[in-house]
């Protein structure tokens, strides 16, 4: 038996699969409430919108006296498990085999949740659970978390506190813990070209525009071959790093050959500095491409009459998301693609932690006294979530840090953490609470 076993196995049990129309989102949301009243917990309640899936909150008051509030965000919705034939176990059975939990969710973000639950169990057993502190539970995190500060504001009265600690972390490929003080935002959107009611025989690609041509043509004008961003004005924006901002960079590493070797990637690195470029460098990248024919063989020649791209941005603080698509409607109308239709924007803004607040600075102390193989402190992971919106509501620094590790295929086939980073992780919070309680 581990910590918290048996809470995980039903947990994982439970397919919350908010991408999925035939989900268990509201059992899942219904069977959190339950067992948060179970332990104890006061004023859990299931929080609804018009607009939102339903989240969780729940409270666990300090037993000794104290000013400090600190609110855990998690989420649990999942990533579909699919494709199920590149699983070793069933996904939504948690599996242990060789010191390593399996299971859809184990480390985004559902094993996180048990671990802290297990950390917060162990000083309440002590007497000695030195904070309030309170959940938040969505449940549309894998969605992108759309309409989530509706949410927020209709109930931000519950949600003050002086410090957040956030889902999703762990260790890097050299094993150090990475602790992250923000996030990216990321903004995401769809080009279309259209330019036939069908596809048509190839032979008139002699006097017709293709809309595959295009669309590519179009993409290459925002992005160069030294994968550079060439968007006027996208970088103006960025807010320059503080000194203490250019030493968290500066001593951040990345091993890009571990990186490359377990993604089997066959190219060198884009860039020089492959650990600040993932907190500090915009990003701009194809998700996917779509047109003409895309079945087997080679023999059905078309001209395609109309084409798609999926497209992302991440962005960093000073950049916004309704800034970044004017700029990109602008640079492509400059150069004459006023053709090429922007539709289906989602996004959310970027969001750092001041490194220099006081309760920053204790948490990145404590995690250097509970993981001796070294601590690896981010600006801001690489991804995007909704932190910006929870820092609106009450201003309190926030940090992510988890179970995870680099091998621990979130969102993939055999989603794993290794028992031994659960334990880590369960003792570092039971260190890491006290020390926040000294405000």
């Known amino acids: 038996m581990f910590p918290q076993e048996e809470f995980l ?33 006061q004023n859990v309640q299931i929080l609804t919108t018009k607009v939102t899936n339903p989240a969780v909150y729940a409270e666990l008051p300090a037993q000794v006296p104290t000013d400090v509030t600190v609110l ?23 599996t242990q085999k060789d010191g390593v939990l399996y299971g859809r969710g184990i480390s985004d973000d559902k094993g996180e949740l048990a671990a802290r639950l297990a950390a917060i169990q ?12 309170k959940f938040l539970i969505e449940g549309a995190e894998e969605q992108g978390s759309p309409n989530l500060p509706v949410l927020l504001d209709q109930y931000r009265d519950l949600l003050a506190a002086d410090f957040c600690i956030w889902e999703s972390g762990g260790k890097d490929e050299s094993g150090k813990m990475k602790l992250s003080l923000g996030v990216k935002g990321g903004v995401a959107f769809q080009l279309d070209v259209r330019n036939a009611d069908r596809d048509l025989h190839s032979s008139l690609a002699a006097i017709t525009v293709n809309p595959a041509w295009r669309l590519v043509q179009a993409l290459a004008t925002l992005k160069d071959e030294h994968d550079e961003i060439t968007i006027p004005g996208f970088m103006a924006d960025i807010i320059p790093l503080t ?16 990186y490359a070797k377990n993604a089997g990637l066959t190219h060198p690195a884009t860039v020089k500095d492959p650990a600040a470029a993932l907190v500090a460098r915009p990003s701009l990248t194809i998700n996917g491409l779509s047109s003409g024919y895309e079945g087997p063989g080679t023999g059905k020649m ?3 009459h109309a084409a798609s791209a999926k497209v992302d941005l991440r962005i960093v603080p000073g950049q916004t998301v309704e800034h970044t698509v004017e700029l990109i409607r602008a640079a492509l109308d400059a150069k004459g693609y006023q053709d090429v239709v922007l539709s289906k924007v989602l996004g959310e803004p970027p969001f750092r932690s ?3 607040h006081p309760l920053v600075q204790k948490a990145i ?7 001796p193989q070294g601590v690896a402190v981010a ?22 840090v988890g179970v995870a590790n680099a091998n621990s295929a979130a969102h993939g086939p055999n989603e794993n953490v290794r028992l031994r980073d659960y334990q880590e992780f369960i003792a570092y919070l039971k260190a890491l609470l006290p020390a926040l309680a000294a405000k």
Do not use: C
């Open 365 to 371: 102390a404590a995690a250097k006294r509970a993981y």
């Open 379 to 400: 600006l801001n992971a690489a991804g995007s979530g909704p932190m910006p919106y929870f820092y609106a509501i009450n201003h309190a620094p926030i940090i992510s």
């Open 122 to 133: 162990d000083l309440q057993d002590a007497g000695q659970l030195p904070v309030n502190v």
């Open 354 to 356: 001041d490194p220099d």
């Open 72 to 94: 855990f965000y998690n989420h649990y919705d999942v990533q579909p498990a699919e494709p199920l034939d590149l699983w070793d176990s069933d996904p939504f059975t948690l």
């Open 9 to 41: 196995t039903r947990y994982l049990a439970l397919q919350s699969v908010s991408l999925h129309d035939d989900n268990q989102i509201q059992a899942t949301a219904e069977f959190l409430q339950a067992h948060f009243n179970q332990i104890g917990a």
């Open 302 to 304: 078309v001209l395609p």
């Open 243 to 258: 000194a203490t901002q250019k030493q968290i960079v500066a001593e951040s590493e990345f091993d890009y050959a571990a």
